[in-house]
């Protein structure tokens, strides 16, 4: 039984990365039909907005219930029915009757999500403790993929296969995500864990395990988390409308899927520089290098905007990697799971309300590019907090 266990389990490995790769698929989707699916139901900027944005913010304040749930129904259970969850809600927003059942469904969505991905991290010490870091990276790595897929494949492969139709493109994409859903069942957690692996598990459903308010890092690094994923998210939002204004339309397929690509970069030059975990300088290089490049895709245009938009991928995926990975680097015990709570709350909270802003402003004074200026002005705001050295030193300490 020993030697069983210590086998390298390549097929729980295979089953974790084929559910991070799930993760992304259906809300990157969006983006490159976001013009379809305005046109069909007379959406305007604000709501071409929100269509992206409403999964995220149900991310984060899923994410604290979602704990409460695996406590009560167990790991496995809850990566289950959170896949199913997502596919059947992302195929259901192509048939939603109206706006409002739409952007319901899209929430839906994104509980979903918030359920397995917050599962996830505790899966990979169930699932695999003789390689536990390797399965958190496995898992990762499967993201980072469904990020390029979603995104860089819906409109070249995806969209052709179902006749143009964007209805049938979601339906499409659903169908390998509810057969990995079937996979996740023959999931095995290795005898010599006690046979208790959701005993652990149940921790997560405590109050202790719920966010410190009264923490400062938790304002400190939500607050900059939120500054990189709206820098990435507020671009995948509102880059097909712009291009199209623009007359660069015939650049969006090859631009979104360069673009979705950044984060599968940035996180193999994190990987080879492991010694920026920690670190202030490397999170405000990457966040001002985010901020210029959002800065560039704002006010030019042609090559010089698409740069930009690339830019602007890459180093706001770099800062997100750094800031992920700081709760287990400056905290111990269950503060680990409080901080990384608080910050995904905040963080993602934040990311909802601002390109929804822009959208508001565009749809009112008739110029596309004014939905980017409130995230860029957040973005200037939090590359101040980057910079700030009044940070006590012990969260800097390397």
Partial sequence: MRRRSQSFPIFTLAILWLVGWTLRVPVLATPPLATR?????????????ALTMLPVVAIAFGAIPATLLIGRFGLKAAIIFGVLLMAVASTARGYAPSSLMLFAVSVLMGFGVALFQTALPAATRVWTPGHIALGNAVYLNGMMV?????????????LPL????WRMALFLWSVPILLISLAVTFVRAPKDTNTAPEAGVKDLASTASLPNWNDTRVWQFGL?????????FVINSYIGVILDARGEREALAWLLLLYNVTPLLASFVVLASPG????????????GLAVIGLALFTFLSGWASWLGALLTGFAASVELILLVSLPAVIAKGRAVTQLTAGMTLIGYGIAFPLPMIGGWFAEHLGWLEISLIP????????????????????????
């Fill in 224 to 232: 900059l988390l939120a500054g990189s994923v709206v820098l990435f």
């Fill in 162 to 165: 179902a006749g143009e139709d």
């Fill in 37 to 49: 699916v305005a046109e069909s139901y007379g959406l305007e900027a604000m709501g071409i907005g």
């Fill in 375 to 398: 995230s860029l002005v957040f973005g200037v705001a939090v590359l101040i907090l980057a910079g700030e050295r009044r940070f006590p030193a012990y969260i800097w300490a390397r």
């Fill in 276 to 287: 920026w975990i920690g670190r202030r300088r490397p999170i405000a290089a990457s966040a």
């Fill in 146 to 158: 469904g990020e390029v897929s979603g995104a860089g494949l819906t409109l070249p492969l995806v």
